[in-house]
């Protein structure tokens, strides 16, 4: 019988070391695109004889090269009504050099000051370390705000008094969040088992390490691509496995509070945010391995990504000062407003790399590419809060 190209199930743990899965396989759920197609060397014999007849080739180190579109959403709240379940794709993501922890998003009042991307947020009520900074989104009002917290140590109450460096505020609510950051000690990462069924037939791919992209349309369901290389395993007829899947939907573009740098949203738009991670994906040769490779390895990585904010007047946006003087911009956005299903992301300094014309809806835009750029493993987060 043949299989049915419309049949898929898809499954994916983390890998401990000596390659056991830790804890259940997460099924998730994928998006048309979705392939797994073996890759190898082709070794050819450079031989002479007397015919010209080709002797052949072999294929050496072989991998699987894997691509999952997945929707880019949460899996909502746990039992308890506040703490934030991780996404389905928390194993992806680990396998990227990404690292998870525990996160808030703290309203506040009365804020005097700016707390600093870095700054060790304290609790000067009941004395304690709160978290780190990782970002801070003004209101409208007057003193009101949200910081956004990683590497959570005790969450704070209502009206606790906080602090950080210099800057003051009083604690208006508190919101649970899962935080996703890139980290480059690599004892910390993470690889990650794919077991992809088309139909009847099942490629595990093993070892795998993945990169990372998005894209963030207004009026689009908000999607995100893995692009991974695992360790080749023979495919085998196994029947396609039952699998429950969560009926959560994914945000869609709108009202997503997007902010690149001081741009006035309110006077211009911005239709599309595009990240790409660009992680430099290495195999790992072993002549006592099978298929010649040990594993994979992420040896660096170059973020970058582009957005195109609309033409207005250059007293208000100067894209130009920013690309010519390597000035820096912050972007953020939330989409989505359900608890558990929000999806936040900050990237804290960005700079231009290209600046180009295009058209929208009769009005003129930019196209601005640019470099994603940190200190200290510092230039992405992602939030589901």
């Known amino acids: 019988m043949s299989n049915s190209s419309n049949r898929r199930y898809i499954a994916i743990g983390l890998e401990n070391a000596d390659g056991s899965v830790t804890g259940p396989m997460q099924v998730i759920e994928v998006l048309s695109g979705f392939a797994i197609k073996p890759n190898g060397d082709t070794k050819t014999r450079d031989v002479v004889r007397s015919s010209m007849s080709q002797v052949g080739s072999v294929i050496g180190a072989k991998n699987w090269d894997l691509t999952i579109p997945v929707e880019m959403k949460g899996a909502g709240l746990d039992t308890d009504g506040t703490t934030v379940l991780p996404p389905a794709m928390h194993p992806l993501l680990m396998s990227c050099g990404m690292v998870s922890e525990a996160g808030a998003m703290i309203a506040v009042t009365g804020l005097l000051g700016l707390p600093k991307l870095g700054d060790e947020l304290t609790n000067t009520t009941t004395p304690g370390v709160v978290g780190t900074v990782a970002h801070v989104v003004v209101g409208d009002v007057a003193g009101e705000a949200v910081i956004w917290v990683r590497d959570l140590q005790t969450a704070p109450t209502a009206a606790d008094e906080l602090a ?59 999607k995100a691509q893995f692009s991974l290389k695992g360790l080749y395993q023979s495919p085998a007829n196994v029947p396609l496995p039952d699998a ?5 939907e994914p945000p869609i573009g709108q009202n997503a509070g997007l902010q690149l740098g001081d741009y006035p949203t309110d006077t211009g738009t911005i239709e599309k945010l595009s990240f790409q991670l660009g992680a430099d994906i290495q195999p790992v040769p072993d002549i006592n391995s099978p298929n010649g490779r040990h594993s994979y390895r992420i040896v660096g990585r170059k973020p970058t990504g582009s957005i195109d904010p609309e033409v207005v007047d250059l007293a208000d946006f100067n894209p130009f000062d920013l690309w010519a003087n390597g000035g820096k911009a912050a972007i953020h956005a939330t989409l989505g407003s ?42 992405f987060y992602l939030f589901f809060h």
């Not at 429950?244 to 959560?248: G, H, Q």
């Open 164 to 222: 950080a460096g210099a800057a003051t505020a009083t604690t208006a609510s508190v919101a649970d969040a899962l935080v996703y950051r890139l980290e480059s000690d690599r004892t910390q990462y993470k690889t990650a088992v794919i077991h992809g069924h088309m139909d009847s037939q099942r490629r595990i791919a093993t070892r795998s390490r993945s990169d990372f992209s998005f894209d963030w349309t207004a009026g689009e369901f908000c």
């Open 244 to 248: 429950e899947y969560s009926d959560i």
């Open 338 to 379: 359900v608890a558990g299903e929000r999806v936040s992301l900050v990237l804290p300094a960005t700079r231009m790399t290209g600046i180009s014309d295009k058209e929208r809806a009769g009005s003129d835009a930019y196209d601005l590419s640019f470099d994603v750029t940190g200190i200290d493993d510092d230039e």
